[in-house]
């Protein structure tokens, strides 16, 4: 009988390290949990009867007190590492390893999480542990750093059929998306299309951006080269509603115009309709005007009253060809600090564009948004075939070839709420005016290059008051992706929490073992 009492003491030990397993990695388990801790601690406590008065007469023995520190000792460096274990996983932090950052949210993203302004419920519709699933964790796991308003519940639809068509879905992998009333799904959960599906769910309000038509622009519905369609597309999925706006026609621009686009007119704007938009500006409104090259817009007195000038010129930049442009294609890769720019790093390329420069002036503040490299110039005379910088009537670089102008102005409402010696002028009303060289670059030839749609997505969200929207939208990365299933991750966890602590506990108590025969 005796000798069946050290194992005792061994099975002891070993069944509480194995209801502790099952306990962290198979929770559900409960009755083998209660089997195992009952029959562990039935086993100590016969050992520690068994075993008494032995245990009592090592205790005060000389070696014993060696031993005892060495036990104590294990023990706080056991305590230390299971602290660390628990403090790890309450707070995880998460390292994206990818080519090229793969699921490191973009700026935009970011920004637009941390500012939900409510609570958005996700329902994940994925079979169990499969490649999908994996990537759809991580990519989301990234919003949930950035806020606790994502709410999110996995559904296995071969497991839960009743809820699967509660929803409606028909496809693995759908995400449906609810907040307030609303409701939207989609199939392929990238960071783009999720961004856009969060903006959808908890936007109250549709802003309305209108594109002039009438003098030869761009059209929004056009597939051609020239056309705006993918401009048009890229807005909706930002969460605006896009329309044209033929001003002849509605004698102003409508009430609900966030923002008017005016891209290429070819044809003079009427003095009637250059009436209107001045009406519209001094109500507050937002315009951006992309004014081609040698255009006959009929607009240039127009602009310079806004503290802008169009140069009627050619950018020239040599060192577009560093780029794989074109000696009249500038890339701008610089930025003027505005929020227009914030964290923008991506070159945007004009294929071809005009100067566009600020006229000082003390009504009106203007910002030469974006400017070409110091060896570029302004060549007057493009049509003669001689392309050379000539000091006397070329515009020597860096050019700059946007503008932005803007006007504060001052309300009946404003002037009563300030009418003390501290003036807010935060509410203050203001009128905005970009102005670019360049209707190509944005059009459905050249959006996709670099940041050229970026850039214009990002004009008209700060014109519009969009600030959310102001970043880098997300790209298409290439990855080598090593997807880390819930297997691997309870086995590196048990590793860590009990295998490398066990083995530690068990070379003290060996020790402790040997010298008690000693």
Do not use: C
Not at 191 to 205: F, G, I, P, S, Y
């Amino acid at each position: 009988m005796k000798k069946f009492i050290p194992i005792a003491g061994w099975l002891s030990l070993l069944l509480g390290f194995a209801a502790l397993f099952f306990y962290i990695v198979l929770p559900d388990l409960k009755t083998v949990i209660f089997s195992l801790t009952a029959v562990s601690i039935s086993n100590g406590i016969f050992f520690l009867v068994s075993e008494g008065s032995s245990l009592k007469k090592f205790f005060s023995s000389r070696s014993a007190l060696h031993g005892t520190n060495a036990i104590i000792l294990t023990s706080v460096f056991l305590g230390i590492l299971i602290f660390v274990n628990l403090l790890v996983q309450r707070h995880k932090q998460r390292f994206d390893l990818t080519e090229g950052n793969l699921f490191t949210l973009s700026p935009q993203t970011k920004k637009f999480a941390s500012d939900l302004p409510r609570e958005v419920k996700l329902t994940a519709f994925f079979q169990l542990e499969t490649a999908e699933k994996i990537a759809f964790t991580n990519l989301i796991a990234g919003y949930l750093e950035e806020t606790d308003k994502i709410k999110i519940t996995y559904i296995d639809p071969d497991k839960n059929p009743a809820v699967t068509k509660q929803y409606g879905v028909t496809t693995y992998g759908t995400i449906v998306l609810e907040s307030g009333s609303k409701e939207t799904k989609i199939q392929n959960a990238t960071e783009e299309n999720l961004t856009n599906a969060l903006l959808k769910v908890t936007q109250d309000e549709q802003k309305v951006i209108y594109f002039l038509e009438g003098h030869g622009e761009s059209q929004i519905e056009s597939l051609e080269n020239e056309g705006y369609q993918i401009a048009k597309k890229n807005l909706e999925q930002d969460g605006f509603i896009v329309k044209p706006l033929l001003l002849l026609q509605t004698g102003e621009v409508p009430k609900d115009a966030a923002v008017l686009v005016i891209a290429g007119p070819k044809k003079p704007i009427l003095k009637e309709e250059q009436n209107a938009l001045q009406s519209y500006l001094e109500k507050g409104g937002a315009i951006m005007m992309l004014a081609d090259p040698k255009s006959k817009h009929g607009m240039e007195t127009f602009l310079k009253n806004w503290g802008i000038e169009l140069g009627g010129n050619i950018v020239i930049d040599p060192l577009s060809k560093l780029f794989g442009g074109d000696f009249a294609a500038p890339v701008v890769n610089q930025y003027t600090a505005h929020e227009i720019t914030s964290d923008f790093v991506l070159a945007t390329i004009f294929p071809i564009i005009q100067s566009v420069t600020a006229i000082p002036s003390s009504k009106i503040e203007t910002v030469e948004l974006l400017k070409t490299s110091a060896n570029s110039w302004g060549e007057s005379d493009f049509e003669s075939g001689t392309v050379k910088f000539n000091e006397e009537t070329d515009l020597k670089g860096p050019v700059s070839v946007a503008v932005v102008a803007t006007k504060t102005l001052e309300s009946k409402k404003h002037a009563e709420e300030n009418k003390g010696p501290q003036k807010n002028e935060k509410n203050q009303p203001k009128a905005t005016l970009v102005v670019i060289g360049d209707s190509d670059f944005s059009n459905n030839r050249y959006s996709n290059f670099s940041g050229n749609g970026d850039f214009f997505l990002n004009t008209v969200s700060w014109l519009a008051e969009e600030d959310n929207l102001i970043s880098i939208r997300p790209k298409e990365k290439k990855n080598s992706p090593i997807h880390l299933t819930s297997s691997w991750g309870s086995a590196i966890f048990i590793l860590g929490l009990l295998v490398f602590p066990g083995i530690v506990a068990g070379t003290g108590i060996r020790i402790w073992w040997r010298r008690r025969g000693l």
